[in-house]
């Protein structure tokens, strides 16, 4: 079984990726509302901080939890870091033009910013990262 993700189902997996997601996720928001709230930092400034530290524990939870990948972290780091920087540019943007454009609160933005990522992220690394071969 080297090399692959163990034949897990699309629906275990997704239920598994919104756990350890929501994990991810309070640390990242709490990250990200200490910086707005206490060092008055932007929004997507902050987000990108709070995105940025969150996707080391992201990866890790990821990999043992939802993917149960047996992969060469070498392998699957890249991966993973790639699809998540393209997610730290959509989570930033998404956040900047909501908050900067249509003015709404920084926390409504992140929360819809979550959730576009959070389907980019699922995606890419069930058919890229983690893929079963």
């Known amino acids: 079984m080297t090399g692959h993700v163990r034949n897990d189902s699309i629906i ?3 239920v598994s990726f919104l756990g350890v997601g ?3 996720t309070a640390f990242h928001y709490a990250i990200y509302i200490a910086l707005v709230e206490l060092g008055g930092i932007r929004p997507y400034i902050a987000t990108g901080v709070g995105y940025f530290l969150s996707t080391f524990l992201n990866y890790y939870l990821n990999y043992l939890y939802t993917f149960r990948s047996d992969k060469r972290h070498r392998e699957t780091m ?3 870091f790639t699809i998540a920087g393209v ?6 943007l998404i956040v900047k033009i ?3 454009t ?3 609160n920084y926390i409504i933005a992140q929360l819809g910013a979550t ?3 959070t389907i980019w992220n699922f995606t890419c690394n069930r058919l890229w990262t983690f893929r079963k071969k």
């Open 78 to 80: 890249v991966k993973f």
């Open 102 to 104: 249509f003015l709404l």
């Open 22 to 24: 929501g994990i991810a």
């Open 87 to 92: 997610g730290f540019f959509l989570n930033s």
């Open 98 to 100: 909501a908050t900067e």
């Open 12 to 14: 275990r997996q997704f």
């Open 115 to 117: 959730g576009i990522v």
